[in-house]
Every structure is written in structure tokens, then in C-alpha cells.
């Protein structure tokens, strides 16, 4: 049951209040003066700034250490992340170090999903509970964080208002550019915020672990700026990237690899593509033996078959995913000897890697049909 501190009674009516103002006035506008183009501009330009600014800054740099940034670039996280109206940076990462820690403990996980839906998307915020900040204890050494964490609401309401106003002046047009670039903003800005509480621990597919509730879902990241590999998140917290894989929709590591790419950041952290295959067969064989269990069909010498195949396939990909990994790290070091020894020991290092590729392609060729036999074996 909630009990509502002052505190508490602040955040249910900022969050009810600019709900049920959008609401209103939105319907309203649209049915009586139509869609400007500028509103629209506005609208996009802000929605993506802050949305940017919450997800490489508050997010993967301050909580989760992805990376280390300028303090210019730092300080524009901060600016813009204070233009979302989701508190400070300093007690948004206590929140979110929290939830990763105590991950749906119902009562240490800021927001639990096992809760229910709604109170992981934002009933949450409307609770009197007083959080400890006892894990933010690098970020309070920031100057600039600490500055943004005594005034981030008057930093926020200067940042998210003063283009929108400067817009609508200009463009004669200062009821539209308020309702449009700043009340739905504001709006649209929380609840794609909230959806990686809620939704993304709710629907989707686990190809990583299921030892949590999150999940990844690629419907969710164009709405939360690439936010939607939620499982692969939990699972490595501190890669800078959600979508690891090129194809998938991560702007924010776009944003980020950018940043280091003209010096605004560096230490780019990411896991290594042979502990991701890792992860991703060992899940797969949890549910191949699950699904060895469940089928009461098969004779008993038939599944303890299948399962020992199973058993052995993992084990020798595993294994040649090993060899590749401890292999790169090898060539790693040695390409960054003098050139004189990588030329003398070039080929010998392509002679290894073919051979290395080969073994890998094979294991996984093993691994492929002892996943069919199952497959086929649950159908019979």
C-alpha cells in the first residue's frame, strides 16, 4: 500500500498531471489549429536529444561505467538527461545499480516486474520508499554530477523549455510548440523511459540467460533508443553496446562509438563475440535438455542417447569457442609487436587461424544436428 510523502505526492502529480494535460490539450490543438511542421521538428529534435542523453549518459555511462567521456560530453548528458524529468544522474544510477543487483527481489529492486507490469513502469515513482544511495560513490567524485544533482530540476525545466519557447516565439505560434515540444515530449519521454521496466522484462525472448525476468525485444528498441536487447543487457551490464550485433537497432552505440571515434570518449567496454556464442548455446542446450525431459514418447536408452550427444556436442564447442578466444588474445598482443616479428610470424598465425576456423566450423556443424535430432525426436 503506498504512502504518500510530500516527495511522493510531487512525482504522482507531475507524472498524472502532464498525462492527463497531454490528454487533453493534445486532441484539442490537433482538432482546432492542426500540425505544424516546426512542431513536428521540435517535437523529434528534443524527444531524441533527451531520450539520447538518458540512454548513453545516465544510463551506459554513469550507471554502468560503459565507457569514460570528456566532461563537455558529460556535462551535455547531464544538461539534456535533466530535460527528462526523471531525477538527478546521480539518484537515477543509485536506482538502477540497485535494480541490477537485487534484480526482481520484490523488496530491494527499485522496480520489480514481479510486482506487476504497471508498478515496474512507473507506480514505482509514485512510493514514498527512500532508497539508500550507497552505490554511487565514483560518480559523487564528478563535480559536474554533483552540480546536476542539487539543481537538476531548474537545470531540466530551463533545458527542456527555452528552445520550445524560443521556436514558438519565432514561429508565432507559442500554444502549439508548448503542447507539442514540451507537454508530449515530456510525456512520450517518460513512458519510452518506463517501457525498459516494464515492457522489456514482460515480452520478448531470453537467448542468453533466464536466471532474470529481462528480455530482449526488438519491437522496443526503436522506441527507447536501442534499449530493447534487455536479456543480453543484464547479462553483460557494462558492454557500452544493447544490440551487439551490427544489424540491430542501437543508435545509442552508434552515438557512442561516434564519440570515441573524434575523442569525445574512450575505454569502450564490450564482451567478446566467443563468450556471447557461449552464453547463447548454453541456453539452447537448457531448453534442448528440457525438452529431452519432457518427452515421455521416447525410450529411455533413446533420450540418455540424445541427451550424451547433446552433452558432447556443447562440450567440444565449448571448448573450440576456448581455443578461438585464448587464439585472439594471442594475435592481439603479438600485432601490437614491432613489425619485424609480425612479419616473421604471420604465416604461422594464418595457418593457426585457418586450422582454429575449421575446428569451430565443425563443432558447430556437430552442434546444429545434435539440436535437430532432438527437435525431431520431441515431433516422433
Wanted: hydrophobic share 50%.
Amino acid at each position: 500500500m503506498f504512502k504518500l510523502t510530500p516527495r511522493a505526492w510531487l512525482n504522482t502529480l507531475f507524472l498524472l498531471g502532464t498525462l492527463v494535460l497531454a490528454l487533453v490539450l493534445v486532441p484539442w490543438k490537433l482538432a482546432t489549429q492542426g500540425l505544424r511542421l516546426s512542431e513536428v521538428l521540435v517535437f523529434l529534435v528534443m524527444y531524441s536529444a533527451i531520450g539520447l542523453s538518458i540512454t548513453v549518459g545516465y544510463h551506459r555511462l554513469f550507471s554502468h561505467r560503459a565507457f569514460r567521456a570528456t566532461w563537455p560530453l558529460r556535462l551535455l548528458a547531464l544538461l539534456l538527461g535533466a530535460a527528462a524529468f526523471q531525477n538527478s544522474a546521480l539518484a537515477w544510477s543509485s536506482d538502477h545499480r540497485h535494480h541490477h543487483r537485487f534484480v526482481d527481489d520484490t523488496e530491494r529492486d527499485p522496480y520489480p516486474v514481479r510486482k506487476g507490469f504497471w508498478y515496474a513502469h512507473w507506480l514505482w515513482v509514485m512510493e514514498a520508499k527512500e532508497r539508500p544511495m550507497d552505490s554511487v560513490g565514483d560518480l559523487q567524485q564528478d563535480p559536474l554530477i554533483r552540480w546536476q544533482h542539487h539543481y537538476h530540476f531548474w537545470i531540466g525545466a530551463a533545458v527542456a523549455a527555452l528552445p520550445v519557447l524560443a521556436v514558438g516565439w519565432m514561429t508565432r505560434n507559442l500554444i502549439g510548440q508548448l503542447v507539442i515540444g514540451l507537454l508530449l515530449r515530456i510525456v512520450a519521454t517518460h513512458h519510452s523511459t518506463f517501457l525498459i521496466n516494464s515492457a522489456a522484462h514482460w515480452f520478448g525472448t531470453q537467448p542468453y540467460t533466464d536466471t532474470n525476468s529481462a528480455r530482449d525485444n526488438a519491437f522496443l528498441a526503436p522506441l527507447t533508443f536501442g534499449e530493447g536487447y534487455h536479456n543480453y543487457h543484464h547479462m553483460w551490464q557494462w558492454d557500452y553496446r544493447n544490440g551487439p550485433r551490427w544489424y540491430q537497432w542501437d543508435p545509442a552505440k552508434w552515438l557512442i562509438a561516434a564519440a570515441a571515434w573524434v575523442g569525445l570518449a574512450r575505454g569502450l567496454r564490450r564482451v567478446p563475440d566467443t563468450e556471447i556464442q557461449r552464453a547463447k548455446v548454453a541456453m539452447e542446450a537448457r531448453l534442448l535438455v528440457a525438452t529431452l525431459a519432457a518427452d515421455a514418447h521416447q525410450a529411455k536408452s533413446t533420450l540418455e542417447a540424445a541427451h550424451a550427444r547433446v552433452d558432447a556436442a556443447l562440450s567440444a564447442l565449448q571448448t573450440r569457442l576456448d581455443a578461438w578466444q585464448v587464439k585472439k588474445t594471442e594475435w592481439k598482443a603479438k600485432g601490437h609487436a614491432q613489425a619485424e616479428a609480425w612479419s616473421v610470424l604471420r604465416g604461422e598465425w594464418k595457418i593457426q587461424r585457418t586450422q582454429l576456423r575449421q575446428d569451430l566450423q565443425s563443432a558447430w556443424a556437430d552442434w546444429r544436428r545434435a539440436r535437430q535430432q532432438v527437435k525431431r525426436q520431441a515431433l516422433a
